[in-house]
């Protein structure tokens, strides 16, 4: 697993209800984007829209935020972006991520205020379809994803699989251990970002999910039943 310490353990618990034992190799760490003042003020101007693009955002916008205004609506990627904000927020119906987000928001933005507090290197597509929309987009750094300095490479010896959840794990898994590594064991990756991500970096990818994490766990676990077979 490839995901920050503090984002392992759903992805944990899925793997070892599937029969898998998880190893944490963590290629990502997060730190306080230059923007926090700035989000703060914009949720205190009361925009028509928060849309929030990961589990990590959400749960850094609410430790940020104090009430939120009744007449903002919060948006987010999926169901597990959803529990880690107030009230019920707009979630894809069909499939997770970015562009199925945009789907459901775009006949409802035009001309509204939309706060986006994002990654610093996250995928432009979310901001640029908003504004395209109709919306007046801010969009502010709220986080950091950087490269751990080290990371233990013997625990990659005994893996059959390794799991990527985003390009910015990819990109930190390639710093880390180099791409072919990941080219030796099975590879996952949830989204259509993070499979280009890996592909660009000479990444194989031999299982793919687009509706999360359960979803590729599932697949993950046949693949890997398959090569033991």
């Excluded at 959803?82 to 562009?99: F, H, M």
């Amino acid at each position: 697993m490839t995901r920050a310490a503090e984002e392992a353990e759903e992805l944990e618990r899925m793997l070892r209800e599937r029969g898998m034992e998880p190893v944490r190799f963590p290629c990502i760490a997060f730190e306080d984007g230059p923007d926090l003042e700035r989000i703060r003020q914009a949720i205190a101007e009361e925009p028509d829209f928060i849309v929030v693009s990961s589990p990590h955002a959400a749960r850094r916008l609410g430790d940020l935020m104090g009430r939120t205004s009744a007449r903002t609506r919060f948006a987010a990627v999926g169901e597990a972006t959803a529990r880690s904000l107030p009230g019920s927020p707009i979630v894809p119906t069909k499939g997770v991520g970015a562009e199925a987000l945009l789907e459901v928001l775009a006949p409802l933005v035009r001309g509204k205020r939309v706060l986006f507090p994002r990654a610093e290197r996250s995928t432009p597509g979310l901001a640029e379809g908003l504004g395209k929309a109709g919306a007046l987009v801010e969009s502010r750094i709220l986080y950091k994803t950087i490269t751990p300095r080290t990371a233990d490479l013997s625990l990659l010896r005994s893996v059959a699989a390794i799991t990527f959840a985003s390009g910015s794990a990819v990109r930190g898994f390639v710093d880390l251990a180099g791409a072919d590594v990941a080219n030796r064991q099975i590879v996952a990756c949830i989204g259509a970002n993070t499979a280009e991500e890996a592909g660009k970096a000479g990444i194989r990818v031999d299982v793919y999910g687009s509706a999360g994490l359960s979803e590729l766990c599932d697949a993950l676990a046949l693949a890997v039943s398959a090569r033991k077979g």
